[in-house]
């Protein structure tokens, strides 16, 4: 077994999991991708946080309730410290 044979396993799975959640069939073309540092989970949670938007489900992202970047403007205009990505301060 090698590590290319256990990712699509594991994509596998994951795809039929969302298939069921969603009541639907068909294939995804998943992909892994290692964040290695800091600024790669930052584009990459910018890449997330703007799916609702290029998919025309939300016009902003203030409008849209299911990412996660509303907890992080909601603590920025509260004032709150903001902690780093990996949770340090």
């Known amino acids: 077994m090698d590590i290319s044979w256990f990712m699509h396993c594991l994509n596998e799975s994951i795809v039929h999991q969302a298939n069921i959640e969603d009541h639907c069939t068909g294939f995804s073309w998943l992909k892994s991708k290692a964040l290695l540092d800091e600024r790669a989970l930052a584009?990459?949670?910018?890449?997330?946080?703007?799916?609702?938007?290029?998919?025309?489900?939300?016009?902003?992202?203030?409008?849209?309730?299911?990412?996660?970047?509303?907890q992080r403007i909601r603590a920025a205009t509260s004032g709150e410290q903001s902690k780093g990505l990996f949770g340090q301060s």
């Open 43 to 70: 584009a990459c949670i910018g890449y997330v946080d703007l799916n609702p938007i290029r998919a025309d489900i939300e016009k902003t992202s203030l409008d849209s309730d299911h990412i996660s970047i509303q």
